[in-house]
C-alpha cells in the first residue's frame, strides 16, 4: 500500500484553552489533563497504523511543552495549525502533505478510533478519492483525500450537526467517489466523559492520579 499521512489538529493541554465545555465537569485543570491523555491516545493510535508519515498540527502554536515532548518520544513533524476556522486548518493539512496516495485528517476528541480504523481508511484512498468516517453527534471524526479541494470546506456550520450533511453535499456536487465508514463518537461533553470511562477505565485512573477529579 503506498503511504498516506496522517494530519492531527491537536490543541495544546492548557487550562482555560483545552476542552472547555468539560471544564464545568472536570475543572480547568481536570479538562486539560483529558486532552493531555487524549492527545497521548491519538497520537499512539497514528504511530501504531504505521500507514505514513504523522504530522502534528499544533494550536496555539508547536512551542507548548506537551508538544515537543511527542516530538522526542515518537517520529512525528510539529506545525503550528493556521488563523482560520476548521475548514481552513484542515485545508491547510491536506495541502502541506507530501504523501503520494493522500492524507488522513483526525483531531484528539475521538478517543475510540484504532490502528485498524485508520489502516482501513488509508486502504479506501486506493478506490476513492476521499474517505469520512462520521461522528454520532453529526459532524465528523476523519476526514481524508488523495488531493485537497477547498471547496469541500467551504460555507459549512463547523461545530452544529449539520456539517457531515453539508460535506456530503460537497463531495456530490464534485462528483467524487467517497468511502463513508461507520460512525464514531467524540469526547466533548459530560454525558461523552462519563461513557469514555466505561469505555477505558485508564482514563478515570489517570485523571486521579495527577489530581483532577473524575
Not at 489533563?33 to 502554536?61: E, F, K, N
Not at 484528539?108 to 488509508?122: E, F, G, Y
Not at 469541500?152 to 456530490?172: D, H, I, L, P, Y
Not at 461533553?189 to 478515570?204: G, I, Q, T, Y
Request: hydrophobic fraction near 45%.
Amino acid at each position: 500500500m503506498s503511504r498516506v499521512g496522517i494530519a492531527i489538529l491537536a490543541k495544546a493541554p492548557i487550562p482555560g484553552l483545552a476542552k472547555t465545555r468539560l471544564i464545568p465537569r472536570l475543572g480547568a485543570e481536570g479538562a486539560a489533563l483529558l486532552q493531555h491523555w487524549l492527545l497521548q491516545r491519538t497520537l499512539s493510535t497514528a504511530i501504531m497504523a504505521d500507514i505514513g508519515p504523522v504530522t502534528l498540527w499544533c494550536a496555539p502554536d508547536e512551542k507548548h511543552p506537551a508538544f515537543a515532548v511527542c516530538r522526542t518520544e515518537r517520529p512525528i513533524a510539529l506545525k503550528a495549525q493556521p488563523e482560520g476556522d476548521l475548514g481552513k486548518r484542515m485545508l491547510t493539512a491536506l495541502q502541506a502533505s507530501t504523501s503520494p496516495q493522500g492524507t488522513l485528517v483526525i483531531g484528539t476528541d475521538c478517543a475510540v478510533l484504532t490502528p485498524a480504523l485508520l489502516r482501513h481508511a488509508a486502504r479506501s484512498l486506493m478506490a476513492h478519492e476521499a474517505v469520512v468516517v462520521p461522528a454520532e453527534d453529526g459532524g465528523y471524526v476523519l476526514i481524508g483525500m488523495r488531493e485537497a479541494h477547498a471547496g469541500v470546506f467551504e460555507n459549512v456550520a463547523w461545530s452544529t450537526a449539520t456539517v457531515m450533511a453539508q460535506t456530503r453535499q460537497r463531495f456530490s456536487t464534485l462528483g467524487w467517489s467517497v468511502d463513508e465508514l461507520p460512525a464514531c463518537w467524540d469526547v466533548d461533553l459530560a454525558a461523552d466523559f462519563d461513557r469514555l470511562c466505561r469505555h477505558d477505565p485508564a482514563v478515570a485512573r489517570y485523571l486521579l492520579g495527577n489530581g483532577a477529579s473524575a
